[in-house]
């Protein structure tokens, strides 16, 4: 159970959320709990705000539902299938004494942030209209033919 907010974001706009989130003071923790300064090309990483938290592991990764901090799930291309795979930010509401109201506050400010960066649109997904965020590089890809999921 959580919050979510599903988008398609470039690399460019994903660098601009990067700093955004680095003045936060927020740090990014691969799913082994290892700090990162960059993204490898891997796409799921963990938000958090201290420098040594205490992540709760499963199968020596990260556990989301039982770990204090935000989902960041990486938009990806892929160029053989043609295919933008989305991308999400969450945070966990499983446990309400995991993450605190700051967390919530913070993981809100994060949503605003994304939204005014990327732009809302109206795309076809699962046979039906939806509406997503989405950066106007990715929206032009689809003009080019590749599909989004």
Not at 116 to 134: D, F, T
């Amino acid at each position: 159970m959580g919050k979510q907010l599903i988008f398609y974001m470039d690399k460019q706009d994903e660098e601009r959320f990067l700093n955004y989130i680095y003045n936060m003071n927020y740090h990014v923790y691969d799913l082994n709990g290892q700090s990162i300064a960059r993204l490898p090309e891997r796409y799921l990483f963990f938000l958090n705000k201290e420098l040594s938290p205490n992540f709760v592991y499963k199968n020596n990764k990260i556990n989301q539902l039982a770990s204090k901090g935000i989902e960041f799930s990486r938009t990806t291309i892929n160029e053989d299938s043609r295919t933008i795979i989305r991308g999400r930010l969450w945070i966990s509401t499983f446990d309400n004494s995991l993450n605190g109201l700051d967390d919530y506050n913070d993981y809100n400010l994060m949503i605003k942030y994304i939204k005014r960066m990327l732009k809302k649109q109206s795309i076809m997904g699962k046979g039906k209209r939806q509406i997503y965020y989405i950066s106007e590089s990715l929206k032009r890809l689809v003009e080019d033919g590749y599909i989004f999921r």
